[in-house]
């Protein structure tokens, strides 16, 4: 099993649809999280990072972190055409020493249709 | 400013050649990562560097697979006698120092093994 589990998708929305990405994880050293999106051929961009549970937002974007169920979720508000990627994302703990390594789910592929 | 970059973009090489990759990390980014993303395997990490030194190796797949950095800034990922395993886009990535700072990444290498 892996320590963090994503939906691949691929998952069709239609513009200015509110779009929910989930990743569920089993260690619970894990306190750190992000959300990276990425275009095809191109590098992760990160978009979200929090700290433990809670809510953080920016702009059509929130993330959400349960820790208690070792839960994490993307919300993207108003979807556009150009939000359309794959979503990736990862997590880190504070007990790695110096090296804060990040753990990564597959990614979720996402299409937003006009 | 300048991202992350990385180089070749691509590269196409026999089984059994050597090949180097390369990573300029965003300067002042003393800590620096390599990760692997294979088709359907997400990112995996390879190795963690501090300023010159790599006190985390412990994702590099086999002895084939070394990594260098000089000067605190740029690093070479070396892949001896390449396998067609190998094959995958190479992602390096930067944070500035201290623990858990999020990580900017490069656009990648990558590396098909023939």
């Known amino acids: 099993q892996k320590e963090v589990e994503q939906d691949p998708g691929p998952l069709s929305v239609p513009e200015g649809a509110i779009v929910s990405l989930n990743c569920t994880y089993s260690n619970s050293a894990f306190q750190y999280f992000m959300w990276y999106r990425q275009y095809s051929r191109k590098g992760p961009e990160l978009l979200m990072y929090?700290?433990?549970?809670g809510n953080k937002e920016d702009g059509r974007f929130t993330a959400q972190v349960d820790k208690s169920s070792k839960y994490i979720s993307l919300f993207i508000r108003d979807s556009q055409p150009s939000d359309s990627a794959t979503y990736l994302c990862?997590?880190?703990?504070?007990?790695?020493?110096?090296?804060?390594?990040?753990?990564f789910g597959t990614g979720t592929r996402l299409q937003v249709t006009l | 400013g300048a991202g992350v970059s990385q180089s070749p973009s691509n590269k196409v090489t026999e089984k059994g050649k050597d090949v180097e990759l390369r990573c300029d990390p965003i300067?002042?980014?003393?800590?620096l990562y390599w990760y692997r993303q294979s088709l359907g395997q997400g990112l995996e990490f390879l190795i963690y560097?501090?300023?010159?030194?790599?006190?985390?190796k412990s994702g590099l797949p086999s002895d084939r697979f070394s990594a260098e950095r000089t000067g605190g800034s740029v690093s070479t990922l070396t892949i001896q006698r390449t396998q067609q395993e190998d094959s995958a886009v190479y992602l390096c990535?930067?944070?500035?120092?201290?623990?858990?700072?999020?990580?900017?990444f490069g656009d990648g290498t990558r590396l098909s093994i023939l």
């Open positions: 929090t700290y433990s549970s």
């Open positions: 990535a930067s944070s500035l120092p201290g623990r858990n700072q999020p990580q900017h």
């Open positions: 300067s002042g980014h003393t800590a």
């Open positions: 560097f501090q300023g010159n030194s790599a006190p985390d």
């Open positions: 990862a997590m880190s703990s504070r007990n790695t020493g110096t090296a804060s390594k990040l753990t």
